[in-house]
């Protein structure tokens, strides 16, 4: 399933930070690093020189992935015309057939955070939120069963 290429201003600022910092701060010093390991002479033996040439090519591969995406990415500033419903960067406030409360962000596939209580657009707890307004049931496929949910409330 192809990722969808919305994101919030503050993901796409996160995104742009660390492609910045990757590039002007971390990837100079690894490569200095790097230079003087290999200063040291025979390097099929020299540990600090395979681990920063390991370092560098996972360091190397995140720029080209951050490059490509923010390339991608388009950026969702404004908030929907209709608030009453819940669409990409929406709060949303469910309760479970349990009572408990759980509150969620809809966010883009790049910036979802379970630990900050963000939700990718493309999880199937979004999916089933998309459109849906306060008050309304809907229904979520997880890998323990179906869980139904009740919106209580929405805000951005």
């Known amino acids: 399933m192809k990722r969808s290429n919305v994101i919030t201003p ?15 701060n971390k990837r100079p010093a690894v490569t200095k690093a790097l230079a003087a390991a290999a200063a040291e002479g025979d390097r099929s033996e020299n540990a600090e020189y395979i681990y920063r040439k390991k370092q560098l090519r996972e360091m190397d591969r995140r720029i080209r992935y951050l490059q490509k995406r923010t390339s991608e990415i388009q950026v969702v500033e404004h908030k929907p ?28 596939s790049d910036e979802f ?26 229904s979520v496929k997880t890998p323990s069963g179906i869980i ?3 919106i209580n409330r929405i805000w951005y």
């Open 113 to 138: 955070d379970f630990d900050e209580r963000f939700i990718s657009i493309d999880s199937p707890l979004a999916r089933a939120l998309i459109k849906k307004q306060r008050d309304d049931e809907i």
């Open 148 to 150: 139904q949910y009740y």
């Open 10 to 24: 503050e993901g796409a600022t996160r995104l742009r930070n660390e492609l910045s910092d990757l590039w002007k």
């Open 81 to 108: 015309g209709d608030q009453s419903r819940v669409y990409f960067s929406a709060w949303v406030e469910l309760e479970d057939k349990a009572g408990t409360i759980k509150i969620f962000r809809i966010v883009g």
